[in-house]
Nanobody, 121 residues
Framework: QVQLVESGGGLVQAGGSLRLSCAAS????????MGWYRQAPGKQRELVAG???????NYADSVKGRFTISRENAKNTVYLRMNSLKPEDTAVYYC???????????????WGQGTQVTVSS
């Protein structure tokens, strides 16, 4: 099996910074892509940032220039550095990992448990 453990959320004032982490563990053969999504109350879950195994990144327009996604391959960990936070960034943030498990032929998607980020004005 595979587990994703998120950390790093919290309460921060507008203009502040946070770094989220998501570590994947278990029977992992290869990680294809990693990303961060968020869901605010009453809204649909949306992609915040994505990172492919080849290093290609993509960001939601609302976070470009403020957020940075990165990964540490040796630890199967993805990070989201969030700077210049705004109240509208308040949401539960979820990491998503598309990976191939040992003994499997097709990649599967896994989700973290979610971490709350609250930005006060």
């Amino acid at each position: 099996q595979v587990q994703l453990v998120e950390s790093g959320g919290g309460l921060v004032q507008a203009g502040g910074s946070l770094r989220l982490s998501c570590a994947a563990s278990g029977s992992i053969l290869r990680i294809n892509a990693m990303g961060w999504y968020r869901q605010a109350p009453g809204k649909q879950r949306e992609l915040v940032a994505g990172l492919t195994s080849g290093g290609t990144t993509n960001y939601a327009d609302s976070v470009k220039g403020r957020f940075t996604i990165s990964r540490e391959n040796a630890k199967n960990t993805v990070y989201l550095r969030m700077n210049s936070l705004k109240p509208e960034d308040t949401a539960v943030y979820y990491c998503n990992v598309r990976l191939l498990r040992h003994g499997k032929w097709t990649p599967e998607d896994y989700w973290g448990q979610g971490t709350q980020v609250t930005v006060s004005s």
